[in-house]
């Protein structure tokens, strides 16, 4: 489950929101209030600068102890204003220690630097240092510097300010959440697009590894995946045209490898199968024969007088004589048996599951129909006879007594006058 890109992608954008949610729940707050209490002091500061520039038109009296307790006569006698968000409370100009509770104070010093409205570390009659004038506002009154205003302390926030600064908290986190919602509903709806994209190509390729080739995926848009299902159906439709064609070419070469055998095991002129043929063949029977203590017949055959009809004829004569003796033989032997012509005029006709006695018979067909034929249709006058020795003698010697009987059979044949069967 958790190995699902559906799930790991879900699970990284929550983490993600879920990060990005509690940084805002923790420091915008916190800079929120920071920005609110920096503002609202910076209102009352103006606030009490604007006191300060009514004072001294007021009073025209400025810097020492005596003006300074009259400002702060004048201050506390001043009636609070409403002033603009975000300092929401109505500021004093100089909040006392009971209202702000000791904490946010201004000072006052004259153009030389010399406090003589004194709080906090500030003393009265102390001049400020070089940094401490860098820090403080340089009051300005007709163009003249008249002297300077520092603010202190903490300024702690009333009720008011905390359930504003809370409300606005609020809001903020309520359009986070709102955000998160939106942003984990959206990766729902784009990874369960992607992993759908992402199986169909998975799928794919495991039908192409079981051989499957004529796969193709969907191509929706132009992004990634479906730039990668692009490549994936290129790449599927080259794999199957290179099969098609390694197969097709594969075939050919089966087709021409089982030509050439074919055509190594055959007679050119007859069209039987030729002597090495006939080895390989009488090696297997001859084996099955002895250990199934089975029958073999093998019958040899020759021509008679073959050289006479060369001399006579013509050797193209001759060579019809072999094809047509060849499809007699063909025609009159039964399917299981093996015909090879075995030498120049000579035929072996191997006969699995057969006796001589019962080779005999079928052998002595076969001469009676090249007897039989009418070859006066190749020469005038024409004769053609045959001589067969059949043998069915079995001894483990590779089939060599066979053939050697089969053979002196054939003399035999020759010797009592030819035309004949000798077993
Ligand atoms: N036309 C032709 N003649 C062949 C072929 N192969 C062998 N011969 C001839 O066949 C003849 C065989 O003659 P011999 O072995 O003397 O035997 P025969 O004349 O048939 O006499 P017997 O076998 O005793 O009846 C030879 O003249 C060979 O040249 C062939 O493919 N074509």
């Not at 010697?397 to 004949?420: F, I, T």
Request: aromatic share 8%; charged share 20%.
């Amino acid at each position: 489950m958790l190995n699902s890109l559906r799930t790991k992608l879900t699970l990284s954008m929550l983490i993600t929101s879920l990060a990005a949610i509690s940084v805002m729940a923790l420091i915008t707050p916190w800079l929120l209030e920071q920005r609110f209490i920096s503002e609202a002091k910076d209102v009352h500061f103006k606030r009490f600068v604007l006191a300060i520039e009514e004072f001294r038109q007021e009073h025209g009296e400025w810097g020492g102890l005596q003006s300074a307790l009259l400002i702060n006569q004048y201050l506390s006698s001043r009636p609070a204003r409403n002033l603009p968000p975000p300092g929401r409370r109505p500021p004093h100009p100089n909040p006392p220690a009971s209202s702000l509770a000791d904490n946010f104070r201004f000072v006052l010093a004259d153009q030389q630097g010399y406090i003589f409205l004194p709080f906090f570390e500030y003393e009265l009659g102390q001049q400020l240092t070089t940094e401490q004038l860098q820090q403080a506002t340089p009051l300005w009154s007709g163009g003249e510097l008249v002297g300077y205003a520092l603010s202190g302390g903490e300024l702690p926030l009333t009720e008011q300010d905390k359930s504003y600064l809370m409300i606005q908290s609020r809001s903020m986190l309520i359009g986070a959440a709102a955000g998160l919602a939106v942003t984990l509903l959206l990766s729902l709806t784009m990874g369960s697009q992607l992993v759908k994209h992402m199986r169909a190509l998975t799928r794919a390729a495991i039908e192409m590894s079981k051989g499957n080739l004529n796969q193709r995926v969907q191509v929706a848009g132009k992004d990634e995946v479906a730039l990668l299902a692009r490549e994936f159906n290129r790449m599927a439709q080259e794999l199957s045209n290179t099969y098609a064609e390694l197969k097709a070419s594969n075939e050919t070469i089966k087709a021409q490898a089982e030509a050439l055998q074919e055509l190594s095991l055959r007679d050119e002129l007859t069209g039987l199968h030729n002597r090495r043929y006939f080895n390989q063949q009488f090696r297997m029977l001859h084996h099955q024969a002895i250990r199934y203590q089975d029958t073999l017949a093998l019958a040899l055959g020759d021509i008679d007088n073959f050289k006479q009809i060369n001399d006579r004829y013509s050797h193209q004569i001759g060579d019809a004589v072999l094809k047509q003796v060849a499809a007699l033989m063909q025609e009159e032997i039964r399917e299981a048996d093996i015909l090879a012509r075995y030498g120049g005029e000579e035929f072996v006709i191997l006969m699995a599951h057969t006796d001589k006695h019962q080779a005999e018979g079928l052998v002595d067909r076969v001469r009676a129909k090249v007897e039989a034929w009418p070859w006066e249709k190749l020469a005038k006058d024409l004769q053609v006879t045959i001589s067969f020795g059949i043998s069915d003698k079995l001894d483990s010697d590779l089939g060599h007594s066979m053939l050697v009987e089969a053979d002196n059979r054939l003399y035999q044949a020759k010797d009592l006058g030819r035309n004949r069967v000798c077993a």
